[in-house]
């Protein structure tokens, strides 16, 4: 059994890390570095899921983290990376933001997330500082890399950190959801990641890029 | 004990057909299946309406009168576009694309993930079954394998999982006021949370239910998130746009019905009732001008589907039993149109080889049954007596100046009477005339005219005539929607 002090001190500090990891992610244009970063992603999750499992003890939170490390350490990139292979998309060069820029905006989300949430008080059951602001920035800049970046695959992966950010806020505040529940969002997941991959090497062949700024004959 | 094999039907049909065999075999498989489950989904239906609600063991699924209605929309368009699909699929042969048991195998998968968005008890689960209407639909949508079916359905897929991620965050401040509110016997079941709605944290929820219309809402193609909508609509093969349009956007409607029902009993009706009210409102407005210019015949109908969802909405916003019970019908008989129209489009698009309409003429002679049908269906859509949904479009506006909404009345009048004028004009342009000579060979088919009768049928019958187990039916739907009565 974790104390509960214990359990704190641990999530604040893998929220620190997850925010670390998301705030390089949100700074390389390589997509394979990007594909390591969000298996990154998934292991300190995966750690989450366990700090959280040894502080409840229950059944249910130790299967949560097999099917994390599953997930979101193992199945999400592996599926990511085939499909990189195919396209041989290396770089995501001609982001519509310098990256700087996008460095900094990135940076500006995370204060932002701080400021939304400090006001609230500790939402989550550990009282930590960290977790639900990062929570929030994760899901901002996932949905912010989602909206510059112009490869199919760096969209996917802005949006798998939005989920992480979601799934870390559950964590904390509420030992996750009903085992039901993860289960069913960890398969809409892994299943949502392949058919994007999969419709994203479509799109190559029928484009010859997978560059989405080319996707627009569709107007009106 | 009805509800499981409705659920397992679809995806054994979805099995049958992904068995190696000759055309024919799938295309009848195809078809028994979706017969199945219509008998199954209106047994089940029926047995709700008369009996009351059905619960599954272990209260994993439930369903009450306004999912049983759901359940008979998804039921009877997913079978009517099971049979269209067939032929539509033919003529579509060596133009690429899927072929008959990957398309069936996909399209029965869809109908399952449907049906489990309004049978599941869970919110959870529900998030779970539409974020998995989208996947399936996706590679349906994409299924022409045409450039810009592939850019549609690229579209949908990352707008509509970024706008349910959203609904996700929704789901977890639900589940933070669930266990705030109830410790141990926290659960994410609709029937808990709504029983012990005034229990919940009524800021937190809130909270929770502007992330949840955002997510779902989008899914729902209410503006301004609908803009995936006319991209796929428009790119994915006809039975599928019918089901898209006459069924899936009502799933998410549904998804976000059910956390208004929540917040009602939490902060009263004025909070998500106005909300639902304003973003219906801006839909109907929103489409009126998109109706107006538009030039492809799939788009225009797309655009119907975002003035008919905002007209929905608006009356689910506005209650009482009068707006309720019209906006209720109007759910049914708006599948009814939108599936005969698309079925139209489908018989124009591959006869004409295009759905821009400037390029279509002279249906009615080329293709009689079809270019009156064209006419009939726009007639209908556009809520013209004797059809089904002039009766509920004038419930609807009569219940916003009954509840002393001039302003949403007005607003009301406008939009319809000018959607009217630009519809006809558009329907008109492309039934009179004289052919172009470059219309293809005929299309031949038995399911296309069978497909069509049924919701030309309808849609004149409720016109005129509501039988009475129906308004029984519609009447229960509106009792669950009136549990907190707006006063």
């Known amino acids: 059994m974790l104390g509960a002090l214990d359990a704190r001190q641990m999530f604040d500090g893998l929220a620190v890390a997850l925010l670390g990891i998301t705030l390089l992610s949100a700074a390389t244009h390589r997509l394979d570095r990007a594909i390591y970063l969000l298996a990154a992603q998934g292991i300190v999750l995966t750690a989450a899921a366990a700090v959280g499992a040894m502080a409840s003890l229950s059944a249910h939170s130790l299967v949560a983290v097999a099917l994390t490390f599953g997930v979101k350490a193992l199945g999400i990139p592996a599926i990511l990376l085939f499909a990189l292979r195919e396209t041989r998309v290396r770089r995501d060069m001609d982001v519509a933001l310098p990256y700087h820029l996008s460095l900094a905006i990135a940076v500006g989300l995370v204060l932002l997330a701080y400021e939304v949430v400090a006001p609230l008080g500790p939402l989550d059951a550990y009282g930590t500082r960290n977790a639900t602001p990062v929570a929030v920035a994760m899901l901002l800049i996932g949905l912010f890399t989602m909206l510059v970046r112009r490869k199919a695959l760096s969209q996917v992966g802005g949006l798998v950190t939005m989920e992480n950010g979601i799934y870390l806020a559950a964590l904390t505040a509420t030992h996750g959801l009903p085992f039901a529940v993860e289960l069913g969002i960890a398969i809409d997941l892994l299943v949502g990641v392949a058919v994007m991959s999969l419709v994203s090497r479509q799109i190559h062949r029928a484009f010859q890029t997978t560059d989405t700024d080319r996707l627009r004959t569709l107007r009106g | 004990m009805v509800l499981g094999p409705l659920l397992a039907l679809p995806l054994l049909t979805a099995l049958a057909c992904a068995a190696p065999l000759d055309r024919r075999w799938t295309e009848r498989l195809n078809a028994l299946g979706a017969f199945a489950t219509l008998g199954a989904g209106l047994a089940a239906a029926v047995s709700v309406f008369v009996d009351g609600p059905v619960t599954s063991p272990g209260d994993w699924l439930y369903a009450d009168a306004l999912s049983a209605l759901l359940i008979v929309v998804i039921v009877v368009v997913c079978f009517l576009a099971a049979l269209y699909s067939i032929d539509h699929l033919r003529r579509q042969d060596g133009h690429g694309g899927y072929g008959p048991r990957r398309y069936f195998v996909a399209y029965h998968v869809f109908a399952g993930s449907m049906l489990a968005a309004v049978l599941v008890n869970n919110v959870g689960l529900m998030w779970v079954a539409v974020e998995a209407t989208t996947i399936v639909s996706a590679l349906l949508v994409g299924s022409p394998g045409t450039r810009a079916a592939l850019e549609a359905a690229w579209k949908y897929l990352v707008l509509c999982t970024v706008g349910i991620t959203f609904a996700l965050f929704g789901v977890l401040l639900t589940y933070y006021a669930s266990v705030h509110a109830f410790g141990a016997e926290a659960s994410l079941n609709w029937t808990a949370l709504v029983a012990g709605a005034d229990r919940l944290d009524p800021a937190i929820m809130k909270l929770a239910f502007a992330f949840i219309l955002v997510g779902f809402g989008t899914k729902a193609g209410l503006a301004p998130l609908h803009t995936w909508l006319p991209d796929a609509h428009s790119q994915a093969p006809a039975p599928i746009s019918a089901v898209l349009?006459?069924?899936?956007?009502?799933?998410?409607?549904?998804?976000?019905?059910?956390?208004?029902?929540?917040?009602?009993?939490?902060?009263?009706?004025?909070?998500?009732?106005?909300?639902?009210?304003?973003?219906?409102?801006?839909?109907?407005?929103?489409?009126?001008?998109?109706?107006?210019?538009?030039?492809?015949?799939?788009?225009l109908l797309a655009y119907h589907s975002v003035e008919h969802i905002g007209l929905i909405t608006v009356a689910i916003g506005l209650g009482g039993p009068l707006g309720l019970f019209a906006g209720m019908l109007h759910l049914f008989n708006h599948a009814m149109a939108k599936a005969l129209l698309f079925f139209v489009a489908g018989d124009l698009s591959q006869r004409y080889g295009t759905t821009q309409m400037g390029r279509i003429r002279g249906a009615?002679?080329?293709?009689?049954?079809?270019?009156?049908?064209?006419?009939?269906?726009?007639?209908?859509?556009?809520?013209?007596?004797?059809?089904?949904?002039?009766?509920?479009?004038?419930?609807?506006?009569?219940?916003?100046?009954?509840?002393?909404?001039?302003?949403?009345?007005?607003?009301?009048?406008?939009?319809?009477?000018?959607?009217?004028?630009?519809?006809?004009?558009?329907?008109?342009?492309?039934?009179?005339?004289?052919?172009?000579?470059?219309?293809?060979?005929?299309?031949?088919?038995r399911m296309r005219p069978l497909a069509m009768a049924v919701p030309v049928g309808l849609g004149i019958l409720f016109g005129v005539y509501i039988p009475a187990p129906v308004v029984d039916a519609i009447q229960g739907a509106v009792a669950v929607l009136s549990r907190w009565p707006r006063t």
């Open chain 2, 245 to 299: 349009s006459g069924v899936l956007i009502k799933c998410g409607l549904y998804a976000v019905i059910r956390f208004h029902l929540i917040l009602v009993g939490t902060v009263g009706p004025a909070y998500s009732g106005d909300l639902l009210l304003g973003f219906g409102l801006f839909s109907v407005a929103l489409a009126v001008p998109f109706i107006l210019v538009q030039r492809d015949l799939k788009r």
């Open chain 2, 364 to 445: 009615v002679r080329a293709m009689p049954r079809t270019g009156v049908l064209l006419l009939v269906g726009t007639l209908a859509i556009t809520g013209l007596p004797p059809f089904a949904i002039f009766v509920t479009e004038f419930g609807i506006v009569a219940a916003a100046f009954a509840r002393g909404n001039v302003v949403v009345g007005i607003v009301l009048i406008a939009a319809l009477v000018t959607v009217f004028a630009g519809a006809f004009g558009h329907a008109m342009d492309m039934a009179l005339g004289r052919p172009h000579s470059r219309v293809g060979p005929a299309l031949g088919g």
